[in-house]
């Protein structure tokens, strides 16, 4: 079974930055669309940013031009680059297949962004 392990979250002041890690046993990051995904507290799952095996990436509006995705296939890593965060931003983040997604969800890893 897949086991997926987010890190990198924190307590941030808005505009400040952070990096998610994704790291994935065995090898489905080499081949899958891996993404990011968070859940802010009474909201729903929300997809943030996909990227392809060949490195294509697509992101929600409410992160363009701020949250980078990038991958590491050699060591089955997903990396989320967060820039300018909002308070809005704060949720727990998760990553995952796309668009179907793995049963196993890893704990995530949850950032603060404070006002």
């Known amino acids: 079974q897949v086991r997926l392990v987010e890190s990198g979250g924190g307590l941030v002041p808005a505009g400040g930055s952070l990096r998610l890690s994704c790291a994935a046993s065995?090898?489905?990051?080499?081949?899958?669309?891996v993404a990011w995904y968070r859940r802010a507290p009474g909201k729903q799952r929300e997809l943030v940013a996909r990227?392809?095996?060949?490195?294509?990436?697509t992101y929600a509006d409410s992160v363009k031009g701020r949250f980078t995705i990038s991958r590491d296939s050699a060591k089955n890593t997903v990396y989320l680059q967060m820039n300018n965060l909002k308070p809005e931003d704060t949720a727990a983040y998760y990553c995952?297949?796309?668009?179907?997604?793995?049963?196993?969800w890893g704990q995530g890893t949850q950032v603060t962004v404070s006002s």
């Open positions: 065995g090898s489905i990051f080499k081949i899958a669309t």
């Open positions: 990227i392809t095996s060949g490195g294509s990436t």
């Open positions: 995952n297949t796309w668009p179907g997604v793995l049963d196993a």
